[in-house]
């Protein structure tokens, strides 16, 4: 189930979705010692593995979503396991934007695109440790009239969204949306990108998304750390989107909200992940559903406390 949700405190649309799958999905405890637990992407269900990315020396596999949110959610993985929380490497983006552009070109009576996510670190929403990127057809995110006048909410920044900075060599404008709660920045891709060019904005975003925290950090010091990186992972928890539009990354400082009834008594978190730049909202139990119907003002709170208050000010590399 579907319906468009607008907060009071922005003029973008958001879509609120009810996804009963989510609650089975197992969820890793936060705190829990390491296991050798059960790898998805490593020996794949035959039902779900769709192919080998590049069919030669394959550095990738594309399955389907076990837990999927939508029709046709499906996942590009690492055929090695690597980490979630370490830096996105130049065949992982790479990869990723030839499926972009392989939907686009695929034959249809309508126009076909993807959105893609990525999730990393403990406040991200990521639930599983090998190295994975999502992908969601746009069009199976659409729901009839319930989502008139929704678009993906990366996309509307990348067209509605207002420079902030320039990179010193190539001097892309990074891109903001005025209008949301938290700090953001993306990059529109006026042509067809190399790999090369992929992993450069990806590296100048993530170094802005980190700056972000960074300074976050220095003014509330008792509300966020960095996470730990002797293991090599990020000191950031953040969510990355891509089209063949652009690219943009959200640094979180949290992964959700806690939802409370009339009566003050706690109804649960709502967890965001990287569906938050396709402008989605996803609850898992039908009361948490019930009450943003109601309430859907509370969209405000929920946004504001998964990342960093945006600010005026334009950071420079």
Request: glycine share 6%.
């Given at each position: ?10 003029t ?7 996804c009963?799958?989510?609650?089975k ?28 990315l ?41 990869a ?24 990393s ?11 994975h ?12 009239e ?105 640094p ?66």
């Open positions: 189930m579907s319906m468009p949700i607008v907060s009071s405190a922005n973008n649309q958001f879509q609120l979705r009810y009963p799958a989510l609650g999905k197992p969820v890793p405890r936060k705190d829990a010692v390491p296991t050798n637990k059960f790898d998805p992407f490593e020996n794949p269900i035959r039902e779900l593995f769709i192919a080998d590049p069919s030669t020396n394959p550095s990738h596999i594309l399955v389907l979503n076990k837990y999927a949110v939508i029709a046709n959610h499906f996942i590009i993985a690492t055929k090695t396991n690597k980490q979630q929380t370490h830096l996105l490497e130049e065949d992982d983006l790479a990723t934007y030839a499926c972009l552009k392989a939907w686009e070109e695929s034959p249809g009576g309508r126009p076909n695109s993807l959105f893609a996510f990525f999730n670190g403990n406040n991200s929403g990521a639930s599983q440790a090998h190295r990127l999502q992908f969601l057809p746009v069009n199976d995110m659409y729901a009839g319930a989502s008139s006048g929704w678009q993906v909410l990366v996309n509307s920044i990348l067209a509605d969204g207002e420079g902030t900075t320039q990179f010193t060599d190539i001097a892309p404008t990074v891109l903001q949306h005025p209008s949301l709660p938290f700090t953001h920045f993306a990059y529109r891709f006026s042509t067809a990108p190399s790999s090369s060019q992929l992993l450069q904005t990806y590296n100048d975003l993530y170094q802005l998304a980190k700056a972000a925290i960074d300074d976050f950090i220095a003014a509330n010091p008792d509300q966020l750390a960095l996470h730990p990186t002797e293991e090599g992972d990020l000191p950031i928890s953040y969510n990355l989107a891509m089209t063949t539009s652009g690219m943009a990354i959200l979180r400082r949290s992964e959700g909200y806690m939802l409370q009834r009339e009566d003050g008594t706690d109804l649960g978190v709502v967890e965001l992940n990287g569906t938050a730049l396709g402008g989605t909202l996803m609850v898992k139990f039908e009361e948490q559903w019930e009450l943003l119907k109601a309430k859907p003002e509370t969209l405000d709170a929920i946004l504001e406390a998964i990342g960093i208050p945006q600010t005026s000010h334009a950071t420079k590399l």
